[in-house]
């Protein structure tokens, strides 16, 4: 039971205390409170091969962040005990959950804007489809310096061990 608790802690403490919501938030209060960009977006025009394009990056990052995830979450049988006896291991499997969470609610966002832009204010569609690339690439960024973190530590745990 505590254990679950404290996954449940874990996962909840990394969807608030994260750099995606961070962005997130702030591109929302950006949009609402500054007429300058609500109107910027309002003026934009993209190609609809352009938009396709644009919603494409987050569902490709999305993939790689999942791939990425995989390594971390099924590790092959080499590294699988090193990982396993890791203190902080389910520490770092809430945090992949929640990049997981992130990528598919950005690609979600960006799909949404593009197939529901005549039905939203003008503007907004481009501007979920901007901002969940933005989102999605600092995710995957913080996915990247995590697997650079963990290969580095079995690499050193691999030195340690003749």
């Known amino acids: 039971?505590?254990?679950?608790?404290?996954?449940?802690?874990?996962?909840?403490?990394?969807?608030?205390?994260?750099v995606e919501l961070l962005i997130s938030l702030m591109a929302t209060c950006?949009?609402?409170?500054?007429?300058?960009?609500?109107?910027?977006?309002?003026?934009a025009r993209i190609d609809n091969e352009l938009k396709?394009?644009?919603?494409?990056?987050p569902a490709a990052v999305s993939a790689w962040?999942?791939?990425?995830?995989r390594k971390i979450w099924w590790p092959d049988v080499d590294n699988k005990a090193v990982l396993m006896n890791w203190p902080y291991y389910?520490?770092?499997k809430t945090c992949c959950a929640v990049a997981s969470l992130y990528a598919v609610?950005?690609?979600a966002l960006a799909i949404i804007g593009i197939v529901f832009e005549s039905r939203l204010s003008e503007g907004v569609g481009l501007y979920f489809l901007i901002t969940s690339?933005?989102?999605v690439l600092v995710d995957a960024a913080s996915c990247w310096l995590a697997t650079l973190s963990i290969q580095q530590t079995?690499?050193?745990?691999g030195k340690d061990t003749p």
């Open 1 to 18: 039971m505590r254990k679950g608790l404290l996954i449940v802690w874990y996962f909840c403490w990394h969807v608030i205390v994260s």
């Open 30 to 43: 950006l949009y609402w409170h500054c007429s300058f960009v609500r109107e910027l977006f309002r003026l």
């Open 52 to 57: 396709l394009f644009l919603v494409a990056i």
């Open 65 to 69: 962040i999942f791939s990425e995830v």
């Open 90 to 92: 389910s520490r770092l």
């Open 105 to 107: 609610g950005c690609s």
């Open 133 to 135: 690339i933005i989102v």
């Open 154 to 157: 079995l690499e050193s745990s």
